[in-house]
């Protein structure tokens, strides 16, 4: 089957929100978040399926040919991060719309009729860049997170979620479809793929992620005229912790650990005035939980004594925790076979990254492919992927959906979760327990 | 002559836009800011006097005895840092006014009519917290900076000063009065007075001060997804220029030198992907100029060997240079002769920090007088100052003021600035020219 309307497709929706270096900036429920899904909308309308737009804004397009039968549900999310590519999320969502497109076109042309019905889903607010928690639209629709606390969040200039779905008229009121099976193709955002030449990676869990919520306490004062010794300066204490994050990594084996701080809030910030408060994020991952638990205490450790020292006031939470996460088994096989098939190689890989698979994972049984990223950058304009490797992605993600409509994981259980020990030990931190079975990124 | 109403006065006023822990928050041309303004018009209005506001938002009472005679000004500013402190400029308001009626009182009550008029002001936008550069409503009346310019100027919202002075009603179109000289008093914001018990301090100059503005240009990338050693994150490398600001300082005597970095911006900052940019601002201050030209030297390459180090960009520009301005001779020794007349202990002292009067300084003889801060804190809501202190000051204030307008520096020539050397050397800096003149804080 011809791919040049799938890559015709994709070019047009890299145009909507474009930057000057080839990315993308859509972030969730704003005007350029509205036309790809003004864009998601007519697509689904000329192809004449149903379109449901659900109370978090989630988008789905049914192909319902058993009245009443449950829905194998593929897609993913056309939301970007501030100056993002244009790969990461919308190739997933264009990937399905396409596959759907053949499939319906098989069975219309007499075809077996599925044992399940089709759905294609734009998620919203996947990259949580301007509402967080990322990963949302598809924890409600999971259960993970809270439909009302959700549409109540804010972003930094005070609108909310709810206020933001209206005003681009995409705050639905339509029930979403039932799950039967999930599936969702997507860049590696690493280089795995790359350097092994392989076309196709199967993810078969999630890595283990905390954050931790960090606030320096200061006190406020002229830059001027106050004497350096009696500072106490929440942005230089937050500077030395920003750095502590970052060494920690350090103490483990090469790339066993990632740390960052993504977030930073400051007050007053005035040029002349030293910091009375900081407010940051600090992201631990590893494929080895109890490498992010050494990370954590070792950094707990450090802060207490970092605030002892400066006699600064240092609050510490741990929030987000995602214990790794399985996929099933016979959703492994099953994308192995389909790939053989396809003559495509292959390999089993861990995520770094949360996806909506993830959440969906908890509901329904899974399957979560990936295709090459070149030199793994993410998350960046300059995030990329060939045409040739999308394409195959493409008829991978057909393959597979060919057969969870056909029932091949009717009888699978949806994906595994290791135990978090949500009571983490801890001098200055607060312990926030673990949202029981909460996703995000 | 009784302080009850002048006390009175300085409590009402700190009520406006109070914080929980006694301090104010009451930034340029905010609400809180207008309702110190018509404070201020309706005690102007109830004593009789003529109130001007020019196309900058200053506010000047006007007392004129003598038609055509030019004005001493005496005053401050009313607007204060984001959960500031209630003393730093409404005192030095509030005392002009004070010292304004007493002086009305005995020319009503038949004393010697003054050779010159006399004008109490309520600067604009002294702080620069919401609208940058700070000193801004004095720096233009003196011609240090340009009316159109300023107007211009918005704050991190878009909002511009004429739309914000607009909007609150203070957009003024009246004529400034012409200066024959100026006199301020404010807290000292240091330690000096406190420790060594004087109750007056007498300005000589301020110091030596320059900021650079620091651009740190990473690469954005997936907190999750990108290996530490693929990233280029310019938080990591902003923390570590932090931190080198602060530690220049150990290079020199002790306190010879103070640094700070109180504002940063964080682009995209969020808290999954890793920074691209952050930019912020240093402060270098000293009494000796070659204190800070050398630490700006050392910081200087030590931010180009970083940036090498960690193949990361770093744009420094030199800006807002400001040489030590010296306040005329004959004014101080008017100032020693006044509190010696008053039994008032009193020392020479120099200013880190900006005052409108370093502007004025420039276009008139000043005089600028200091009492004592409790602790030296400034900035801040803990900020203190007695009763008993602000009470001789309003004397020492009303005194010297009989003095200016009775002509004691009529003749004496306004305060003298050293050279700054613009051709600031540096590899990685762009130096933009100090402005000639121009006196921000």
Redesign the interface.
Known sequence: MTSASFLSDFHAVAAIGATPNNGVDRQAATAEDALTRDWFAVWVQEAGWELRVDSIGNMFALLEWTPGAPFVIIGSHLDS???GGRFDGAYGVIAALHAARRISADVDAGGELPRFNLAVVNWFNE???RF?P?IMGSSVYAGLLSRDQMLAVTDLQGTSVSEALEGIGYLGTAEAPAAAGYAEIHI????ILEREGISIGVVDSS?Y?Q?LDIEVLG?????????????H?A??A???I??MV?DV?EEFA??AL???????????????????RVHL?A?L?SGDPEVVKAARAKLIGDIDALARKYDIKVNVKDFDIRPIRRFPQEGLELAEQVAAGLGLSSRRIQ????HDSVAMNTVAPSVMLFIPSV???????REFTTDEDMVLGLDMLTGVTRELISGALANSATGSSDAVNSALPGADAENAAALPGAVR?
């Not at 590696?188 to 280089?191: A, I, K, L």
């Not at 006190?219 to 500072?231: F, K, L, N, V, Y």
């Not at 995520?351 to 949360?354: H, P, Y």
């Not at 030199?375 to 304009?381: A, F, T």
């Open positions: 991060q501030p100056l990259e949580g860049g967080a990322s590696e955002q690493g280089r890595w992620t954050k006190e406020q004062s002229h830059t001027g005229a106050t004497a350096m010794a009696d500072r300066d942005l230089v937050a500077s030395r920003i750095l970052h990594t090469d790339e990632v740390s960052s701080v993504g977030q930073l809030t400051l007050e007053p910030n005035s040029p002349i005035v030293v910091a009375r994020i992201d991952r995520t770094m990254a949360g030199d793994g950058v993410s998350h960046c304009e990124a």
